[in-house]
């Protein structure tokens, strides 16, 4: 079973717009951790948001926010004020055992963010 | 913060043929990870680099074809071995600086191309 599910293969959204990014997880841990980064043409990976499973308040990072749903197990990315510059692939990742851990991050398949004018 | 180059950036290779990549970290850190990244997909973990000792491998990787050396704490290896078409991907290095620290840290990647 995949541990981390991104739903939406591509999102279309209008500058200036508000968009959503889902993301659900499956993990038996107690202790866990919620990433989400951005991948634009460039291929580098650029860390956006993290949320810990013990975490009461969601994440907020400027434009990014993580709306964190526990018993759901849904950490979706929402992105306010969407700029050109956001168009990239977005992918969520989990790293369980809490970051004590040391454990590598677990990724889903990604969802392409398109952000036209 | 880490920065974390790789080499090479880019090569062609032939099938058959082997590729070994470089990770080098700025600064000292606990734990190094492999990530292949195929066109169009998302990362999927190699192994975790383990400084002194072998590396750990997912499942579906093998040393053979993927060994890997960390001899110390800001340097590591990644061997791509008896290369064909279908390891065509991007791998990444990526490092988290010590376990306290929640942040994973990801290099520019390696984008390699078998003919």
């Known amino acids: 079973a995949q541990k981390i599910t991104q739903t939406q293969p591509g999102m279309f959204v209008q500058e200036k717009e508000a968009v959503t990014l889902d993301c659900t997880y499956d993990t038996s841990d107690q202790s866990y951790g919620l990433f989400w980064y951005k991948q634009p043409s460039s291929g580098e990976m650029i860390f956006l948001i993290y949320?810990?499973?013990?975490?009461?308040q969601n994440a907020t990072e400027g434009r990014y926010s993580l709306n964190f749903q526990k018993a759901r197990k849904s950490a979706n990315l929402v992105i306010s004020a969407s700029q050109l510059g956001d168009s990239a692939m977005y992918f969520c990742a989990m790293r369980e055992g809490g970051y004590q851990a040391g454990t590598a991050l677990i990724f889903g398949k990604g969802t392409t963010l398109s952000v036209s004018s | 913060s880490a920065v974390i180059s790789q080499k090479p950036s880019r090569d062609i290779c032939q099938r058959g043929t082997s590729l070994t990549i470089q990770c080098q970290v700025d600064s000292q850190v606990t734990m190094m990870f492999w990530y292949r990244q195929q066109p169009g997909q998302s990362l999927t973990l190699i192994a975790t680099a383990n400084q002194g000792s072998e590396a750990t491998y997912e499942s579906g990787f093998v040393i053979d074809k993927f060994p890997i050396s960390r001899p110390n704490l800001t340097f590591s290896t990644l061997t791509v071995s008896n290369m064909s078409p279908e390891d065509s991907s991007i791998y990444l290095c990526?490092?988290?600086?010590?376990?306290?620290?929640?942040?994973?840290?990801f290099g520019p990647g390696t984008r390699l191309t078998v003919t």
């Open positions: 990526s490092v988290a600086l010590r376990r306290e620290d929640y942040e994973q840290y």
């Open positions: 949320q810990g499973s013990y975490d009461e």
